[in-house]
């Protein structure tokens, strides 16, 4: 259900702080992708796709070719970049210590990579577009045809010329929460009433241009774009924005509270998992007991059939890696079927982060009425599965969770505003 990300330690990152006392504050920022170009090597000319992110003079990030594939840290000084990767190679793991100067969107510098030998290379920043017009607006809301407010090409309301999600209403009530259809062990197999009062939920998962708007309203920091995504935010606007912490998202909800003057918050369990359902009792999936394969975008959505655990891992080692990395997964919100209340991408195009902390127990305890998860825990619950899931990790009632600083290209969020509409 998770794949995790796990960056090289700091302690390289320290040894060199520690051998260079003079650091001055960095005025570059290097962040986002780069192709490298390897002039001379022990194996001979090459390329390399390298993606940086910045932190003050701490830069992390990825390195790829088809050789080699790893992780990284190191530091800014000046225009002197000094980085060590941690490389598969063939299988085996190798260390590569980069050095270059940084001129602009440009470097230059070498490869040293012990008993293997030293290469030369260069660099150069690749530079995303940055306006929706300087390219095709994919995913537009002109042709969704579906009856739903929108502003031009964006889905969403505006309030004080602010790109907004649009908000429907739900009546509060009583429902079985959690499912008992599948493995005992699992961590909602424990079905129980719970009731939910009045609140509004957002028709679709935030977007791309909803979350810019509170990025340009705020200056908060923009989203690192997924490899291989390029354009993403600008270019695919009424797609799910990626890349948010639960931070980020708890970010977003307080300035929509303090933009509207509503309580806007992420969803509790309970009320996103009664709005999936819709009234209806027990089901596994959003539409029912049976999968439908044109319900929902997840991966068996773009192998076109389902496959069983092995033929998914091998079309994913293969493939859907490969995919993956060279365009957005994701899909325009309302591409799939709404509910049976009118909310779309329940199931599928990328997680949600809820409200609530993860506790696996929680149900066994919970409030009847109106639960808003543990008081404290180290993660928070997220719902709905994502592209790259597939079914039997899709049901309605299926929990995932993450730290509340991870950001990751199948995460996202959409929101409530407590009680009566937002003005």
Same mark, same amino acid.
């Given at each position: ?32 992708? =780069? ?21 003050? $003079? ?11 594939? !790893? ?6 000084? !000046? ?68 009856? *739903? ?58 977007? $791309? ?25 600008? $270019? ?6 990626? $890349? ?6 708890? *970010? ?26 819709? !009234? ?20 068996? =959505? ?45 199931? !599928? ?75």
């Amino acid at each position: 259900m998770r794949r995790h990300l796990t960056f090289v330690s700091t302690v390289a990152l320290t040894a060199l702080v520690a051998a260079h006392p003079g650091w001055a504050e960095e005025t570059l920022d290097l962040s986002g992708p =780069w192709a490298f170009q390897v002039l001379t090597s022990p194996n001979g000319p090459g390329s390399r796709e390298v993606l940086f992110r910045q932190e003050g $003079n701490r830069v992390i990030g990825f390195v790829d070719s088809n050789s080699a594939s !790893g992780r990284f840290v190191g530091a800014l000084d !000046g225009t002197n970049l000094e980085f060590i990767a941690v490389l598969d190679f063939g299988g085996q793991p190798m260390a590569a210590e980069y050095y270059a100067t940084v001129d602009g969107d440009a470097m230059e510098g070498r490869i040293e990579y012990g008993l293997y030998g030293t290469a030369t290379f260069v660099g150069q920043r690749v530079v995303a577009k940055t306006q929706a017009g300087d390219g095709e607006i994919v995913g537009s809301a002109k042709d969704a045809k579906i009856e *739903a407010s929108r502003e031009g090409d964006n889905f969403g309301v505006l309030h004080d010329g602010h790109l907004m999600p649009e908000m429907l209403a739900v009546t509060g009530g009583a429902f079985q929460m959690g499912s008992a259809k599948d493995d005992a062990d699992k961590d909602y197999n424990t079905p129980h009433e719970v009731t939910v009062s009045n609140f509004q939920m957002s028709r679709f998962q935030v977007t $791309n241009a909803q979350y810019a708007a509170f990025i340009e309203a705020t200056d908060y920091e923009t989203p690192w774009e997924p490899k291989g995504w390029t354009g993403y935010m600008a $270019n695919y606007p009424n797609h799910p924005v990626v $890349n948010v912490s639960w931070n980020d998202a708890k *970010a977003y909800t307080d300035w929509l509270s303090q933009t509207t003057g509503a309580a806007y918050r992420l969803p509790t369990e309970a009320e996103w998992e009664y709005a999936a359902r819709a !009234g209806k009792q027990g089901l596994r999936y959003v539409w029912g007991d049976e999968w439908d394969n044109k319900a929902a975008n997840i991966s068996t =959505w773009r192998m076109g059939y389902v496959p069983d655990r092995d033929e998914w891992k091998t079309w994913w080692d293969g493939e859907g890696e490969q995919m993956s990395k060279s365009q957005p997964m994701t899909t325009r919100v309302g591409s799939f079927p709404a509910n049976d209340w009118g909310f779309y991408d329940l199931t !599928g195009n990328v997680w949600e982060w809820m409200y609530d902390w993860y506790e696996q127990d929680y149900y066994k305890k919970s409030p009847a009425v109106d639960p808003m998860g543990p008081d404290t825990a180290d993660e928070k619950v997220l719902r709905g599965a994502s592209w790259y899931n597939k079914p039997d990790v899709s049901w309605v009632s299926t929990r995932d969770r993450y730290a509340t600083t991870v950001r990751l290209n199948y995460n996202g969020f959409r929101v409530v505003a407590e009680g009566g509409p937002a003005d």
